[in-house]
């Protein structure tokens, strides 16, 4: 069988339900709708009495409430249950090639391998192999390694961009696959709305080798005089990170332990289960990150960052107005607030030419400094921004797209772009938890 370790990934030992219901087994990554609890409470409601992925993840809506660790304890005795009590069929040697249609009626094609993870860095500026697209949230990662840290299973919803305009790697192993009408390992509808989702089993020799040429020509391709730039993180780049960072914290116990370093290559905790995607799939949308601030003078902020961005700041009708403004623009940014009672949209048109949250960032990073009761958060999708807007003391901004033009040249030149730049998808197009993986021993 062949060795992926050139292209810094391998083949996972897969787990899956024997008895697979997608519509409650699988979760949305745990990122998403972090303001919105009524989210989360319906999908407890879906799931409760059923096996989910649910039980084995901690959604961040709950990340700073007082029973934090009481879940994570949960968590982990449900990832034993669930080994224990012969949830899972046997474990198979494969990836899975996954098709992902969501509710917007994009397909979306993957490819499901784990990663090595010493051929992954998350800091600025590295010649790795993997590379972040974004600059990491450091204080992010400590709750998800109290999650990770001994777990007997991992589930992904970490996904990697590879750089493939040709369509080589996952579009043409897709087409190999079901031209011989394979039955698929999983089918089903997603909870909430979100789409439905197919995976296949690449186990096969034939179809092995075929992944291997293509990464064989897309390494080539993706190799220049500063070294090898073959995958970038395009989702769940704060857990790939923590992933790193138990990988690590791991690795230095067992050379301790005077483990071999044969042992050491072999560990399951090396390895990160995730999804590769192609930059160039028409199913992959970048979105941008929009931000919601909390306790700021929505006039003084608005102010501030039209004094340092320039532009000119224009008052808007309604809410889809501002959207379309936003959206079929390059540098504008649109503002959604409460004042004297009243909801408004402020425009601010400007000429930046660079990636606009790389500029937006960083400015309302300084302004945020002068505030001290004041808050950030990161939000997928307009919809929720526009229902932030509308609660007292918050102000909902609307970024621009990004685009995907020059998306891996601009990691290799300028390093990761600022946190949380680009999403791909709306948030209920995110990766859903499906696929499991035993991670450390019992």
Known sequence: ???????????????????????????????????????????????????STLNLILPEVYLNDADKSERITRIKSTMTEYLREGIFDASQRQMVYVERTTSYGRTRRG?????????????????????????????????????RR??????????????DPRRILIESLGEKIKSRSDTPIYSGELMQESGSIKGWAVSDEADLDFVNDALEKLYDECTDEKGTF???????????????????????????????????????????????????????????????IFNADSKSMIDFLQEKLGGEKKEIADAM??????????????????????????????????LAVSRLQPTL??????????????????????ALGAKSATVGILLPPVAKDSFFATIRERGPLPRKSFSMGEASEKRFYLECRKLFEE
């Open 111 to 147: 490819l499901v391998v784990v990663l090595d993870l010493d051929s992954y860095e998350w800091k600025p500026f590295s010649n790795a192999l993997v590379r972040a697209t974004e600059a990491t949230i450091l204080e992010r990662i400590p709750p998800r390694m109290e999650i």
């Open 230 to 292: 073959l995958f970038a993180v395009g989702d769940g780049n704060h857990s790939l990170a923590t992933a790193k960072s138990i990988w690590e914290e791991h690795k230095k116990n067992l050379l301790q332990n005077g483990v071999s370093e044969e042992e050491i290559a072999r560990s399951p905790v090396r390895y990160a289960l995730l999804e590769i995607v192609n930059l160039y799939d028409e199913g992959l949308t970048f979105e941008p990150i929009h931000r919601a």
């Open 365 to 386: 990073d300084d302004f945020l400094k002068t505030q001290v009761s004041s808050q950030i958060d990161y939000i997928h999708g307009a919809k929720e921004i526009f």
């Open 1 to 51: 069988m062949r060795n992926f370790e050139k292209f810094g990934i391998a083949v996972p030992e897969i787990l899956l339900p024997k008895n697979l219901e997608t519509k409650t087994w699988a979760v949305v990554a745990c990122d998403q709708y972090t303001q919105d609890r009524e989210y989360w409470t319906q999908v407890e409601k879906k799931c409760a009495g059923k096996i």
């Open 150 to 163: 001994n777990a007997p299973l991992e589930t992904p919803h970490i996904m990697l961009l590879a750089n």
């Open 321 to 354: 107005r501002l959207e379309e403004c936003v959206k079929n623009s390059k540098a504008n940014f649109g503002f959604v607030f409460i004042e004297n009672g009243e909801q408004k949209f402020i425009l601010l048109e400007t000429k930046i030419k660079d």
